[in-house]
């Protein structure tokens, strides 16, 4: 994580550098329309080291009814999720710049990490609202660009909403739903320093390669905070852009 005025001033001037990039450039963080983003995050830092969270418990409690017919129900205790500090909101990619998919700032991604991999919360996306979207992230490292570039789809094809991206993750990696919440298991590793981008997106393909959507960006941290992902129920910490609090993943 950049920890001096001249190393933020060099990363800024790298995500100018990339936002300038081809027409060519596939990548969910080059686009030629990121330019505002990083200005328009919201960057905070996780100071203590990584907290975990609770796994689930399953209590199972056998009841008769009065003709004798025994039931059985099973109460599963949510794990709690850990409040994160490194969040960023999701702007549009440029002034001017629409159609928006989502009122900007309404949306956050919220960064965790599982298993050496940094996972994003898209905190105020309805995933049970049935708008389709292509999520994606990646890491923009001083001197090197954007690193571990991946897209995964939800509720429709990757062929059909997300044109143009270069790396498709397939399940159990990339996006994954849990009741309301869409949160994506990312291909960046926690011990890569640069700037994270957590993106909302449509690819349109054409030429050059059309994407509209919404974006975030935000220093890298290995210190946040972990959420273990297929989890049955979780308990998700406030958020100021939703109401979630425990939700069930099951049908």
């Known amino acids: 994580m950049p920890k001096a005025g001249i190393l933020i001033a060099a990363a800024a001037f790298a995500l100018i ?18 330019t505002t983003t990083a200005a328009a995050a919201t960057t905070t830092t996780v100071a203590a080291a990584a907290a975990t969270t609770t796994t689930t418990t399953a209590a199972a409690e056998t009841t008769t009814t009065a003709g004798g017919e025994e039931t059985t129900t099973t109460e599963l205790t949510a794990a709690v999720v850990p409040a994160t500090t490194t969040i960023a909101s999701l702007e549009p990619y440029g002034p001017g710049d629409g159609p928006h998919m989502f009122p900007p700032g309404s949306v956050e991604a919220h960064w965790y990490q599982w298993d050496g991999k940094y996972v994003v919360l898209y905190r105020g996306f309805d995933a049970a609202a049935g708008q389709e979207i292509c999520a994606g992230n990646s890491i923009l490292v001083l001197g090197a660009g954007s690193m571990h570039i991946t897209n995964s789809p939800y509720l429709n094809g990757a062929d059909a909403i997300c ?71 979780y308990e998700l910490p406030p958020s100021t852009v939703d109401g979630l609090g425990v939700i069930s993943c099951g049908a």
């Open 17 to 34: 550098a990339t936002a300038c990039g081809s027409s060519d450039d596939t990548t969910t963080t080059a686009a030629p329309r990121a």
């Open 163 to 233: 044109i143009g991206a270069a790396t498709i993750l397939e399940p159990p990696d990339g996006v994954q739903v849990c009741g309301s919440l869409l949160y994506y298991l990312t291909a960046i590793p926690t011990d890569q320093n640069g700037i994270l981008y957590g993106t909302m997106e449509i690819g349109f393909g054409g030429s050059p390669l059309r994407w509209e959507g919404q974006t975030s960006t935000t220093p890298s941290d290995p210190g946040v905070p972990t959420f273990e992902p297929a989890l049955p129920v």
